[in-house]
């Protein structure tokens, strides 16, 4: 089969969803009121409450949700085939994510821009908010973890790559002052950023580096990437936004939406077969079963619970009118859903033969983002005739920009957390910046080597991650309906996904509980069961909190009858 | 005519690139700045609240300016009413 009908049925089928079934759950279900006062207009401070554009405000959704993990899952879970990751993420776009994502918006600005973590608890319960917390606090740990594998396997596969990753750092410090000193006008600095990127991208397969394989104390190469990555990541996180933050933020933004357009560009022209099996009934030994697995495998680019805390930690304070939820939330997932497609095409149509495909997807968790830096660089190659080592070099700046912010926020988030916690339990130094952040290091360190020790067994956790993320998105729904329920408003629209996804979680965290006891991996077997209590605790305070509010509506319309 | 199409296209433009670039941080960068300005109320109406400072002189002048902004100061550094007992604003 040919991946442009692949690309143009599973972009048609998110369009209709988009066209379709969003504006019937944004009109009939979340019932959206052109006059409603958003939070943006109500609180209005120029700090945290600003209206917004929604075509920026859409872009900046967009590429805070988007990053490395809708490449990582896709391009991982194509070993059960193509039509299952295509299938679930086209139809997980549709009715999980882009409701979820859009659902998360509507219920923080009904309730003054409240994030869902707090929302949790004024709407379900105390104790959800606990589990709240301690959920979000795996997610940061795990993506954080595997992330730094991620880059680190990158930069040891494609060396060309080492000086435009670096590098890019510098040019964002420096598009940084040249910003806030306001020396020159913006439209001006972001041509030079990116003609300085991608003149790097040009420059690098020229310069290529890689560490000695031995480094000091004894340190493998993926090794000392890794710390290099955490002193980065936590000097980024200490230093002020303006920084570097923002101008990195900026570039990758803008580096995304080239990106997309290449690839999608490149599979226009080149129009390649799709080599891998549409269902892969040869699957390495040690691959776990399709269900449940594909579905924590895949979390960003079907659904993903880390959108939930974008969409009602800032975007939902920033809406101008709440119509615009509609294209925010539900584009936004649409846009990732695209991006996730990529991957899918890139990683089952950039290979010749089925041979060469197989010979990638040898065993589970192998293939990953390499398999997608490879298959998209042969489909850029053949569609707008870049040299492979570029083309290369192009797709893992891409994809190690993406991790690395991804990292840099999520320490800071990490670290607020930790002081946070020091203020709610009294510990003085915990509150402190550099002390709460070092922590937050170690507890990555301790994950990226605790899961192997030589930092490969990243990729044993990716799973993990997409249990602990899907759980996340469940407590998202479970807000929304009951939310929804108390409206006296159709359920099943949110209660369906969530009762799947709950469903699928504590499927998949059982039989990977399984597999890390057969293995003897008693670091993970103890991470997945401290989930695996949290998926419990989830589900009972889901029933509960459901069937309490049931009950009260009954009563309701009994005493109104009465 | 063409000239002014193109003016106004480059606005827009860049009107788009900065709210793209300043929107995401507009509250990080605006709670930094709040926080360097508590800072310098402090050392304005320290010599009020009986910590010496030795530049009391001159901050006595900015006093006044910043008045407007004491309210909201004060509540934010988690005293509900004024502390200061010359003059109170609540």
């Known amino acids: ?562 | 005519m063409k000239l002014d199409a193109i003016k106004a296209w480059f606005r827009q433009a860049s009107f788009y690139a900065e709210e793209a670039y300043n929107a995401p941080y507009r509250s990080a960068i605006a709670r930094a700045k709040r926080e360097q300005d508590d800072l310098f109320m402090l050392l304005v109406f320290s010599e009020m609240m009986g910590v010496p400072n030795p530049a009391s002189y001159y901050t006595l002048e900015l006093q006044p300016l910043l008045l407007e902004r004491f309210h909201d100061w004060h509540q934010r550094m988690g005293m509900e009413h004024s502390p200061l007992d010359q003059f109170r604003c609540c």
């Not at chain 1, 917004?52 to 872009?59: D, E, F, S, V």
């Not at chain 1, 869902?116 to 979000?136: E, H, K, P, Q």
């Not at chain 1, 060309?160 to 890019?168: K, N, Q, R």
Request: glycine content about 10%; aromatic content about 12%; proline content about 4%.
């Open chain 1, 1 to 562: 089969m040919n991946a442009v009908y692949l690309m143009l049925m599973g972009l048609g089928a998110m369009a209709l969803g988009y066209f379709i079934y969003s504006k019937f759950i944004c009109e009939k279900i979340f019932q959206v009121d052109p006059n409603f006062r958003t939070p943006a207009h109500e609180l209005q401070d120029g700090v945290d409450y600003v209206p917004t554009n929604k075509y920026i405000l859409w872009g900046h959704h967009f590429t805070s949700v988007a990053g490395a993990a809708p490449i990582l899952g896709p391009a991982i879970a194509v070993i059960w085939g193509w039509v299952p990751a295509f299938l679930w993420v086209v139809f997980g776009t549709i009715f999980f994510a882009g409701v979820h994502d859009a659902g998360a918006i509507w219920a923080s600005s009904r309730n003054k821009g409240r994030s869902i973590g707090a929302l949790t608890g004024d709407i379900v319960g105390n104790r959800a908010r606990s589990i709240f917390m301690i959920v979000i606090f795996l997610v940061l740990l795990m993506v954080n973890a595997v992330f730094a594998v991620v880059i680190a396997n990158q930069l040891i596969n494609f060396p060309s790559a080492t000086l435009p990753v670096w590098g890019a750092i510098v040019v964002a410090l420096i598009i940084g002052q040249l910003i806030y000193r306001k020396i020159i006008g913006l439209l001006l600095v972001t041509v030079i950023g990116v003609v300085a990127l991608y003149g790097m991208i040009y420059v690098g397969p020229m310069l290529p580096f890689s560490l000695p394989e031995e480094t000091l104390f004894g340190l493998s190469d993926r090794q000392s990437w890794i710390v290099l990555l955490f002193v980065y990541a936590a000097i980024a996180s200490l230093l002020p936004v303006w920084a570097l933050l923002q101008p990195r933020d900026y570039i990758n933004g803008i580096q995304l939406f080239i990106g997309l357009g290449l690839l999608y560009g490149a599979v226009l022209i080149a129009s390649p077969d799709v080599v891998a099996p549409a269902f892969n009934t040869d699957v390495p030994e040690g691959t776990p079963s399709l269900i449940p697995l594909l579905f924590v495998t895949i979390a960003c680019g079907a659904i993903s619970g880390f959108h939930g805390l974008v969409a009602s930690g800032t975007t939902s304070k920033q809406l101008d009118k709440e119509p615009d939820l509609r294209f925010v939330g539900y584009f936004g997932a649409v846009g990732e859903g695209a991006l996730a497609l990529a991957a899918i095409i890139a990683v089952s149509a950039g290979f010749a033969t089925l041979a060469d495909w197989q010979a990638i997807y040898h065993n589970f968790g192998q293939g990953g983002v390499a398999a997608f830096t490879r298959g998209g660089a042969n489909i850029l190659e053949q569609g707008l005739g870049l040299d492979t080592v570029m083309a290369q070099t192009l797709l893992t700046v891409m994809v190690v920009l993406f991790a690395g912010t991804t990292m840099d926020t999520g320490l800071r988030l990490q670290r607020y957390i930790f002081q946070e916690w020091g203020s709610i339990y009294h510990i003085g130094w915990m509150q402190k910046t550099l002390p709460a952040t070092l922590l937050a290091v170690g507890c990555c360190l301790l994950l990226a080597f605790g899961a192997g020790g030589d930092g490969a067994g990243g990729m044993l956790i990716w799973p993990l991650f997409g249990t602990t993320n899907q759980l996340l998105a469940g407590l998202t729904l479970l807000v929304i309906t009951v939310m929804l329920v108390k409206l006296g408003r159709p359920m099943w629209y949110t209660l369906a996904p969530l009762l799947f996804l709950l469903c699928m979680t504590t499927l998949g965290l059982l039989i990977q509980l399984k597999s890390f006891y057969d293995k003897g991996d008693w670091f993970l077997f103890t991470l997945d069961l401290v989930i695996l209590a949290a998926a419990i605790l989830v589900i009972l305070e889901a029933s509960s909190a459901l069937t309490k509010q049931i009950k009260a509506n009954k009563a309701q319309v009994q005493s109104d009858e009465a």
